[in-house]
């Protein structure tokens, strides 16, 4: 391990850095549970600590710290000294943004890359500047190629939605927010089509069309729930028992305060066994289309979507159809909750009057 | 015994199908064979795992822990609680040896962090106030005493965000898992207060999703409000405030335990809500099916992974003591219904279980597939195990072997002794705050052991996630109270 140290350069070599005192990580000479460092990584970060009690804020600090993060991504301490030097030496934020998308993708994984785009990218010198839009809007194309490689990246997707929120919500960017948000509608349908199981994807539309504020063109609430809803049924259609689109639709009813028995009839065929003479009596419904030639039926989220609707029907005879469906869920389709479907039918029968 | 069947493609392969195709592959040969019947019954490999974690904490992490270096902390909370949970605990030269070194990262302007001379942060912080809560005692060189509590709460409120959040850390960023952090760290040290977290309880409100879990934050949106009594001041909307990030296994039981444990601050009228009844079904929706042995997934359409058993499988007992599932509300748990000793066989374990995921099936994954022959647990075969993973797992099969409840009568006995302090003018929520928190208790007899009781590992908070001895210990401590002896009530 040690012999490759030659090839390492080494602040404590680096008569550039003979000012700064470095700082030995731990005064206690036996801690526990230490880790085993390389020598490069203790030299920087034993430099680093020099510079923090130093309070350095010199230009090669942004060569250290760049070091360290490279080493050790998840570093904190070292993004949020390199912030501090950054500002203090007043850079050029958008040669810092480029710096980012080399160890963005390099370290997506990583939370710091992302948190340090959102202070470039919300400091005044971004966004206030007058490329404030081509900024913003690269930043949109640059998470967009990065979930086509990570496509379920949580900290890429809640930085998306921080984006949109932040910089496109509020009017003041007119025309062009009308623009990005007609643009991201488009590219939800395209990531959905490449995986209609990315439940990120689901959950970004819902954030677009529900939580986000009112986009230009959706000011009739009635056409976006139908629209929404209508979509959700169709991406149900080719794979029924996918639990996103489920989800999603039961968040586009609740959001909405719609009944569950508005959807009595697509679910029906969903809850069943396929009848071996179904092909015969197939009609075609625009509005509640029939599970594709492939689904595997009956599948367990419309029994549990069917269940629902029976419950809120509340009469006794509806709760013992719905217990019926619970029954089927805990014994045969999905035993593993059986648990938490006996409980709904304790839930429910208690309800009923005696 | 018919075999566990595959999730269903709708023969619509995707990404996702084909990433969970390969898993269950994975995990189906770490299925014993149900026609065998000569399956030993699983065994939690203890030996193995202590030399895991005696290793890690006496030789050192590899270099490959470097990537943690920022989170030295959880490397010793991870492992010493793995410890507590495995019913093992350090000699007094390794304790003390193991405070010394916490007390390094204690940064001079309060607040702890993830290494000597790193900027404090709330993630550290929690971390290394458990680990004192382990190792730590009162008096010089304890620990205890030491913590500067004055500079940890001005810590604490400079974070503080108008919309009720926190910053991790001065130019951090805000997620639940930080609040959860703080809201762990101010109830074990006597510091939280109705100042601190004013408008919290509406902020972790705010990131549950439509799934029903939560996210790891929320965005806030102001409008200049002109009856405002500060000229352009701004007023925080109820609506838009968009949960960042979809429903996730981690950050929905920070934000659960951070509900509960501010229940005690919410205001009488227009207090803000969460919705338990999607909460729960998109919990029990986490659960795998027996192909994937009943481990938990993080989010809808991703795969089962060790971590979540505490994460999601943790936060069943949370949500029971808000009055969603479990015994019914308002009896004392002790005195339900005698419960059978149960042996071990499948007949018989359902009948006697009020808790609403599969306890059993849980238990099995972690043993069949969480534990690595190496020693330590992991996130699924073939995966390598990991300090995180060992305690994530260790204490997820905790909080399935054992049903930890809220004791109204616990919760009183810890009034009656009650010495309040005359100056204080917030006694009342100290005394709730410290009662909630101690009145959990482990059910008589609903302990259940996959694998016999030779399986059995401590109990653990199911907020805290300290064992209650430990939790009592600091507590009492910091509220210079005493707590009254726990008696086992043995059934007739
Ligand atoms: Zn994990």
Redesign the interface.
């Known amino acids: 391990m040690s012999a490759s140290s030659d090839s390492i350069e080494l602040y404590a070599d680096d008569p550039e850095w003979a000012d700064i005192e470095p700082v030995r990580q731990y005064e206690n000479p036996n801690p526990l549970a230490p880790i085993f460092y390389t020598e490069e990584y203790r030299d920087a970060t034993d430099y680093f600590r020099g510079v923090v009690k130093k309070g350095d804020m010199s230009p090669r600090v942004l060569d250290l710290t760049e070091k360290i993060i490279r080493l050790n991504p998840a570093h904190y301490s070292a993004w949020q000294y390199r912030y501090k030097v950054l500002l203090a030496l007043k850079s050029p934020l958008d040669l810092e943004l480029r710096l980012m998308d080399e160890l963005a993708v390099k370290f997506l994984k990583t939370y710091q890359v992302w948190h340090h785009r959102r202070l470039l990218i919300s400091h005044p010198q971004l966004s206030s500047s007058k490329s404030s839009s081509f900024y913003l809007t690269a930043e949109l194309r640059f998470i967009a190629k990065c979930l086509v490689v990570d496509s379920k990246n949580y900290h890429t997707w809640s930085y998306r939605q921080w984006l949109l929120s932040n910089f496109f919500s509020g009017g003041e960017r007119g025309k062009e927010e009308e623009e990005v948000w007609k643009k991201e509608m488009e590219w939800i349908e395209q990531m959905i089509e490449e995986d209609v199981r990315n439940n990120s994807v689901w959950h970004h539309r819902f954030f677009v069309v529900f939580q986000s504020g009112i986009r230009v063109g959706d000011e009739d609430r009635e056409v976006v729930r139908r629209r929404e809803i209508d979509f959700a049924k169709d991406k149900i259609s080719l794979a029924p028992s996918n639990p996103s689109a489920w989800n999603y639709l039961r968040g586009v009813l609740d959001n909405n305060n719609l009944p569950y028995s508005d959807l009595s009839i697509f679910v029906r065929p969903y809850a069943q066994a396929r009848s071996p003479d179904a092909e015969a009596d197939e009609v075609i419904d625009l509005e509640n289309p029939s599970p594709s030639k492939g689904a595997q039926l009956p599948c367990v989220p419309a029994i549990e979507f069917l269940a629902d609707v029976y419950e809120s029907g509340k009469s006794r005879d509806d709760i013992e159809k719905a217990a019926q469906l619970w029954k089927s869920l805990a014994n045969e389709y999905d035993t593993i909750r059986k648990k938490y479907w006996e409980y709904r039918i304790k839930e429910a029968l208690e309800v009923l009057p005696a | 015994m018919v075999a566990p069947r595959p999730?269903?493609?709708?023969?619509?392969p995707?990404?996702?199908?084909d990433t969970q195709a390969e898993t269950e592959e994975t995990l189906l040969k770490h299925i014993p064979d149900p026609n065998s019947s000569t399956n030993p019954p699983p065994t939690l490999q203890k030996n193995v795992h202590l030399q895991f974690l005696v290793r890690?904490?006496?030789q050192?992490?590899?270099?490959r822990?470097?990537?943690?270096?920022?989170?030295?902390p959880w490397?010793?909370f991870w492992?010493i609680q793995s410890f507590s949970i495995l019913q093992a605990g350090l000699d007094p030269n390794?304790k003390q040896?193991?405070i010394?070194?916490i007390m390094?990262w204690q940064h001079p302007d309060g607040g702890f962090?993830?290494?000597?001379?790193?900027?404090p942060?709330l993630l550290p912080t929690y971390a290394a106030i458990s680990a004192l809560a382990i190792v730590g005692r009162p008096g010089p060189g304890g620990g205890w005493d030491q913590i500067d509590r004055e500079k940890l709460y001005k810590f604490f409120l400079s974070l503080k965000q108008p919309d009720g959040s926190f910053l991790v850390?001065?130019?951090?960023?805000v997620d639940v898992r930080g609040i959860y952090c703080l809201l762990v760290t101010a109830s074990l040290l006597d510091l939280l207060t109705p100042e601190l977290v004013e408008g919290t309880p509406a902020f972790i409100a705010s990131c549950q999703?439509?799934?029903g879990g939560f996210?790891?934050?929320s965005?806030p949106?102001f409008s200049a409000s002109p009856d405002s009594e500060r000229e352009g001041a701004s007023t925080l909307l109820s609506s838009?405030r968009?949960?960042?990030?979809?429903?996730?296994g981690g950050y929905t039981f920070c934000a659960l335990a951070s509900w509960v444990m501010l229940l005690p601050f919410l205001p009488p009228s227009n207090a803000p809500t969460i919705n338990t009844k999607?909460l729960?079904r998109w919990l029990?929706?986490m659960?795998?099916?027996?192909i994937e042995l009943?481990g938990f997934k993080g989010?809808?359409?991703?795969l089962v992974d060790g971590c979540y058993s505490w994460w999601v499988g943790g936060a069943f007992a949370l949500l029971e003591s808000i009055g969603v599932?479990g015994p019914r509300h308002g009896h004392e748990p002790e005195a339900e219904h005698a419960r059978e000793p149960h042996h071990g066989d499948d007949e018989g374990w359902?009948d006697v279980?009020d808790?609403?995921?599969?306890r059993k099936?849980l238990q099995e994954y972690i043993l069949y597939a969480g534990q690595h022959p190496a020693g330590g647990l992991r996130d699924k075969p073939p995966k390598a195990a990991d300090a995180y993973h060992t305690l994530y797992c260790l204490c997820g099969l905790s909080s399935a072997q054992h049903h930890l409840v809220i004791s109204p009568a616990r919760r009183q006995a810890i009034y009656d002794v009650w010495k309040s302090e005359p100056s204080s003018s917030e006694g009342d929520i100290r005394k709730k705050v410290f009662a909630e928190s101690l009145s959990w208790v482990e059910e008589e007899g609903a302990a259940k052991f996959v694998g016999g009781t030779n399986n059995r590992v401590n109990a653990t908070h199911p907020i805290f996630n300290l064992t209650i001895t430990h939790t009592e210990g600091i507590m009492s401590h910091f509220y210079k109270q005493t707590v009254p002896p726990r008696v086992v009530s043995k059934k007739a």
């Open positions: 999730a269903p493609v709708d023969a619509y995707t990404d996702t199908s890690n904490l006496l050192g992490f590899p270099s822990y470097i990537s943690q270096d920022a989170s030295q490397l010793l492992t390794n040896r193991a010394d070194t390094e962090g993830g290494g000597p001379g790193q900027a942060h850390m001065d130019h951090g960023e999703t439509y799934e996210a790891s934050a965005q949106y838009p968009p949960p960042l990030g979809e429903a996730h999607t729960l029990t929706n659960q795998g099916t027996e009943g989010r809808t359409n991703k599932g359902d279980d808790v609403l995921f599969n099936a």
